[in-house]
């Protein structure tokens, strides 16, 4: 989820277990359990590999996504406490901090963050697993986020907006501010995918 896996790299038992500090069997279950998310595939071979996302892939995670984050933000902006909504906002703060100094990594990771903050406040756990697991899918691209650039021109921010509906406690607000951030804020993962 943290894009630090590359499409197409192996998975390799040995070395996987020597970076986590654990023995080779409960990383074989790990692995296992990622092959049966889709996170990772199992080749011929019995090789566990990143997978290669394509353009058909990721239109359908997004769309998944859209509806799915989309209805948790609806919900969160009847349910989100002052304080969870600080919470989101100071995440949000952080990211717009990174884009100034250029550490698009860290920016990447808080950006997951509060996708998944916000889902977390929408208060529907299957949904909130559904959506990690797109999120876990998606890793291994996340890292050209920024390939079509920084979408700060948006005035305001897609989670500015976002915010701003929680603490109006508008719900279809919400939904649309957080459906635009999908879209358009992942233009980049889009082009990255159709370049191949």
Not at 23 to 29: L, Q
Not at 49 to 67: C, F, G, S, Y
Request: aromatic content about 4%; charged content about 25%; glycine content about 8%.
């Amino acid at each position: 989820m943290r894009g630090q896996l590359k499409p197409g790299e192996q998975m390799r038992l040995r070395p996987m277990s020597a970076r986590f500090g654990i023995s080779p069997t409960p990383m074989r279950e790990a692995l296992l359990r990622l092959v049966f998310e889709r996170a990772l595939v199992l080749d011929g071979r019995g090789t566990v590999t990143v997978p290669q996302l394509t353009v058909a892939q990721l239109l359908e995670i997004r769309a998944i996504r859209v509806d799915l984050e989309g209805n948790t933000a609806e919900a969160a902006a009847t349910l989100a406490t002052p304080e969870q909504i600080d919470a989101l906002t100071g995440v949000h703060d952080q990211i717009m901090a990174c884009h100034k100094t250029g550490d698009f990594s860290r920016a990447i990771d808080l950006n997951t963050q509060f996708h998944l903050d916000l889902c977390r406040l929408g208060a529907m756990p299957i949904t909130y697993e559904l959506v990690e697991n797109l999120w876990v899918r998606c890793g291994p691209i996340l890292s050209h986020l920024y390939d079509s650039g920084i979408p700060d021109d948006w005035s305001p921010h897609p989670h500015t907006r976002v915010i701003d509906a929680l603490n109006r406690r508008d719900g279809p607000a919400a939904r649309n501010s957080l459906c635009q951030d999908i879209i358009e804020g992942g233009k980049g993962l889009l082009d990255h995918v159709r370049r191949g």
